[in-house]
């Protein structure tokens, strides 16, 4: 396994390392921002809008979890198909189970750690202007979009790996129509009691690449 991670590292370490710096950026733009409307308008105003207006301030990273699993997902799995390198993977004296598997893990540890990178950021930076209670509701509230993002990353993996266009095309419209469970509500919280499904429901999502793998390999159409 080792060598598959370090193999995927060499081939995407940009890519991580500019999507990390891009998303704290992000971050670190959205609580700046929220610092400074505080100390023009008072912090007591924000107290009250989080309190009394289901407020959370960080809207404008409501999306970038999902864009960021689908690009990973992309820049991965994309020159594996035109290049025809996972022809060559797939004859690997190992399982494709733990090739492909060892490939897909890789990709969702490099995205959790980005995104425990930002939620660290957002609850230290937020820890400055808020209770505890307001911070968590926010980060709490933020939670489902980071998991839409590694499921993006692996139903984007699932697309990319299929080797006949139209059932390229049916994957994904199944996979926005099951990314967008992921944001049926704006409301605060409303998923705190549907998180521990949304994570089982990510765990096995993660079958369905090795489906198309599967596909690839008898050389189905």
């Given at each position: 396994?080792?060598?598959?991670?370090?193999?995927?590292?060499?081939?995407?370490?940009?890519?991580?390392?500019?999507?990390?710096?891009?998303?704290?950026?992000?971050?670190l733009y959205?609580?700046?921002n929220?610092?400074?409307?505080?100390?023009?308008?008072g912090?007591?105003?924000?107290?009250?809008?989080a309190?009394?207006?289901d407020?959370?301030?960080?809207?404008?990273?409501?999306?970038?979890?999902?864009?960021?699993?689908?690009?990973?997902?992309?820049?991965?799995?994309?020159?594996?198909?035109?290049?025809?390198?996972?022809?060559?993977?797939?004859?690997?004296?190992?399982?494709?189970?733990?090739?492909?598997?060892s490939?897909?893990?890789?990709?969702?540890?490099?995205?959790?750690?980005?995104?425990?990178?930002?939620?660290?950021?957002?609850?230290?930076?937020?820890?400055?202007?808020?209770?505890?209670?307001?911070?968590?509701?926010?980060?709490?509230?933020?939670?489902?979009?980071?998991?839409?993002?590694?499921?993006?990353y692996?139903?984007?993996?699932?697309?990319?790996?299929?080797?006949?266009?139209k059932?390229r095309?049916?994957?994904?419209?199944?996979?926005?129509?099951?990314?967008?469970?992921?944001?049926?509500?704006?409301?605060?919280?409303?998923y705190?009691?549907?998180?521990?499904?949304?994570?089982?429901?990510?765990?096995?999502?993660?079958?369905?690449?090795?489906?198309?793998?599967?596909?690839?390999?008898?050389?189905?159409?």
């Amino acid at each position: 396994m080792n060598a598959f991670f370090y193999k995927e590292w060499l081939k995407n370490r940009w890519f991580y390392m500019l999507s990390a710096i891009f998303s704290l950026l992000l971050c670190l733009y959205v609580t700046l921002n929220l610092h400074r409307l505080c100390n023009l308008r008072g912090a007591a105003h924000f107290w009250e809008a989080a309190l009394t207006k289901d407020a959370i301030f960080i809207q404008l990273l409501h999306y970038m979890p999902l864009l960021l699993g689908i690009a990973a997902g992309l820049v991965q799995f994309i020159p594996e198909m035109l290049q025809k390198r996972i022809k060559l993977t797939l004859h690997l004296p190992c399982n494709y189970f733990y090739s492909i598997g060892s490939m897909l893990l890789f990709g969702l540890c490099m995205l959790c750690c980005i995104f425990l990178l930002n939620l660290s950021a957002l609850g230290i930076a937020l820890r400055s202007i808020f209770a505890p209670e307001i911070v968590s509701r926010i980060l709490l509230t933020a939670l489902p979009w980071y998991l839409s993002g590694l499921t993006a990353y692996v139903l984007c993996a699932w697309i990319c790996l299929e080797p006949n266009w139209k059932r390229r095309v049916l994957n994904g419209i199944v996979s926005a129509c099951v990314l967008r469970i992921f944001f049926l509500s704006d409301t605060p919280e409303a998923y705190n009691r549907f998180l521990p499904i949304l994570a089982v429901y990510t765990l096995l999502i993660c079958a369905l690449p090795f489906i198309s793998v599967e596909r690839f390999k008898t050389g189905k159409d």
